[in-house]
């Protein structure tokens, strides 16, 4: 049996090496990739299978190498400290690279931000894997990208409005927000009504822009907000005048 599984190992890793030749022109040893992963699931505690698989699939939706063997260490790390299966950390990295452009060097923080979100609104770490997708969407077009754009995004959803629902609900209100905002005839008359032009700015920074402007600004008013922005639902409002102020 011990035999069996061994074999099959070495084929994942062989196709691996082809696939990535093959996305690439990139010519790499499946041992080197093998001994990669032997050393992730020997460092975190994990099964040399998960760990080929998770490599596997973070390369599938990176396409990069060498995001891939550094970030596979912090899936495996998560993975332990919260017991949860790999794949799901898989998931969740490979969508913090695509729609948050989020590198290895940042990726503990990143799924650290995201358990501790998942945790406080309630949902669970496969639930966060399904959602981050959707929400890195709107924030990929908004202009939101790295950690940083990371935690705007989630703080946006956890200081939402009760109105809008539960915090899956806020998740959704939240892209749809961002999706609002990259109107350019919305920017116009926030830009309008804070006498500040965002026209060229994606939604992240107009709701950058906007927030400094309103500190910078005593006389702009949560009542002059709410007239440029009375095309928006009760609930949508909320959250716009929660993120400016």
Not at 23 to 47: F, L, M, N, P
Not at 133 to 146: D, T
Request: charged share 25%; hydrophobic share 45%.
């Amino acid at each position: 049996e011990a035999a069996k599984d061994a074999l099959s190992l070495d084929s994942k890793f062989k196709n691996l090496a082809f696939a990535i030749k093959a996305g690439t022109g990139e010519a790499v040893r499946w041992q080197d990739i093998q001994a990669r992963t032997e050393a992730v699931a020997s460092q975190w505690k994990q099964h040399n299978s998960d760990v080929a698989q998770s490599f596997r699939d973070i390369y599938e939706e990176s396409g990069n190498l060498e995001f891939t063997e550094r970030a596979v260490g912090s899936v495996a790390k998560a993975s332990l400290a919260t017991g949860k299966d790999m794949g799901v950390f898989s998931e969740l990295a490979g969508a913090a690279y695509e729609k948050f452009k989020i590198g290895a060097e940042d990726m503990d923080d990143a799924l650290a931000s995201i358990v501790s979100f998942g945790e406080r609104g309630g949902l669970s770490i496969e639930e966060m894997a399904s959602k981050l997708g959707m929400l890195g969407a709107s924030a990929k077009v908004a202009g939101a990208s790295g950690v940083e754009g990371l935690g705007r995004v989630l703080g946006m959803s956890q200081m939402a409005d009760d109105s809008l629902g539960n915090m899956r609900q806020k998740i959704t209100a939240v892209t749809g927000l961002l999706d609002e905002l990259s109107d350019p005839t919305k920017a116009k008359n926030l830009g309008k009504a804070l006498n500040v032009n965002l026209l060229d700015l994606k939604a992240n920074g107009i709701l950058i822009v906007a927030r400094r402007r309103m500190r910078d600004d005593a006389s702009l008013s949560q009542a002059r907000l709410r007239a440029v922005l009375v095309g928006l639902s009760a609930g949508m409002l909320a959250l716009c005048l929660a993120a400016l102020t």
